[in-house]
């Protein structure tokens, strides 16, 4: 079955960095697009990040410039690489993909910008 287990989280000042990971599993990892989406508190999912098969990536505005997606396919992981964290940029980030039509998500891990 499709897993996706992200890790990488935690507490950082404003102006930190932080590295995402996502590991996948249950897919043909290189067959498929993902994305990062971060939940805030009381607020909606949303994305930050997404890259296809072929490694190009897409971003909103307010992360664009500061985070960057990548892919290793032969450790079938997905990168978010966070930098000048800002206190707004505090939620719960999770991993997603689109397999055959269904979505899959990992359980989320947080990432908390406070002084």
């Known amino acids: 079955q499709v897993q996706l287990v992200e890790s990488g989280g935690g507490l950082v000042q404003p102006g930190g960095s932080l590295r995402l990971s996502c590991r996948a599993s249950?897919?043909?990892?290189?067959?498929?697009?993902l994305g990062w989406y971060g939940q805030a508190p009381g607020k909606e999912r949303k994305l930050v990040a997404r890259?296809?098969?072929?490694?190009?990536?897409n971003y909103p505005d307010d992360v664009q410039g500061r985070f960057t997606i990548s892919r290793d396919n032969a450790k079938n992981t997905v990168y978010l690489q966070m930098n000048s964290l800002k206190p707004e940029d505090t939620a719960v980030y999770y991993c997603?993909?689109?397999?055959?039509?269904?979505?899959?998500w990992g359980q989320g891990t947080q990432v908390t910008v406070s002084s």
């Open positions: 249950g897919f043909t990892f290189n067959s498929y697009g």
């Open positions: 890259i296809n098969i072929g490694g190009s990536a």
């Open positions: 997603q993909t689109v397999v055959q039509g269904y979505v899959y």
